[in-house]
């Protein structure tokens, strides 16, 4: 089992950075590969970008390619999504995601979910 934690989230100017971390405490966090998705009112939750348990190979929705970034550190359990010149579309909940096999974008493949984090950007 994997609990997951957000955090890093808030409200930020256009065009701003932020970046978001996904905690967990159980050692296991090196065996399971990652993935950050993000919810906005009244939308579906859509895949953002992924991560390899090492660390070493990483993937991204086409719209976010190049302006997100998908890292990990197994040394402390945590991963991160940086994030650049954000817009008012992408105000959302955000939330990372775990499960053992790397790749897809379809969140039914992640077995394991954070509670999400809040990022408002206002022009």
């Known amino acids: 089992q994997v609990q997951l934690v957000e955090s890093g989230g808030g409200l930020v100017q256009a065009g701003d950075s932020l970046r978001l971390s996904c905690s967990t405490s159980g050692h296991a966090f090196g065996w399971y590969a990652v993935a950050w998705f993000r919810q906005a009112p009244g939308k579906e939750r859509v895949f953002l970008g992924g991560i390899n348990y090492s660390g070493t190979a990483t993937y991204y929705e086409e719209r976010v390619q190049g302006r997100f970034t998908v890292s990990r550190d197994n040394s402390k359990n945590t991963a991160y999504l940086q994030m650049n010149s954000l817009t008012p579309e992408d105000t959302a909940i955000y939330y990372c995601?775990?499960?053992?096999?790397?790749?897809?974008?379809?969140?039914?493949?992640?077995?394991?979910w954070g509670q999400g984090t809040q990022v408002t950007v206002v022009s």
């Open positions: 995601a775990a499960k053992e096999n790397y790749g897809g974008v379809e969140a039914r493949l992640f077995n394991f």
